[in-house]
Nanobody
Framework: QLQASGGGLVQPGGSLRLSCAAS????????MGWFRQAPGKEREFVAA????????NYADSVKGRFTISRDNAKNSVYLQMNSLKPEDTAVYFC?????????????????WGQGTLVTVSS
């Protein structure tokens, strides 16, 4: 099971930290990703991290503003979001992939958690 949390309402330029807690599996065996879906738009890749945390990958739209990290001891993956923009407004989902590290392709992710809503607005 994957449970995302940390979403909320934030002003443009603000920061939020999303968390995704995993249970019922050996978390350190899995590569993790964050995706988002804005109203009326398709789901898009945000960031990904390999099982050991040695490989990260970011969408161009968030590079330099967002940071993905993980703590295998806590079975959790995080997304630190800084300098938020209104266009970052979306439901954010975490997902896991057994075989693909750093992938931008949602089809290679095996399990998805429930999303957490991030709203960037003044």
């Amino acid at each position: 099971q994957l449970q995302a949390s940390g979403g909320g309402l934030v002003q443009p330029g603000g920061s939020l930290r999303l968390s995704c807690a995993a249970s019922g599996l050996t978390f350190s065996n899995y590569n993790m990703g964050w995706f988002r879906q804005a109203p009326g738009k398709e789901r898009e890749f945000v960031a990904a991290i390999s099982w050991l945390g040695s490989i990260t990958n970011y969408a161009d739209s968030v590079k330099g503003r967002f940071t993905i990290s993980r703590d295998n001891a806590k079975n959790s993956v995080y997304l630190q979001m800084n300098s938020l923009k209104p266009e970052d407004t979306a439901v954010y989902f975490c997902a896991l992939s057994k075989y693909y590290s750093g992938s931008r392709d949602g089809r290679v992710y095996d399990y998805w958690g429930q999303g957490t809503l991030v709203t960037v607005s003044s």
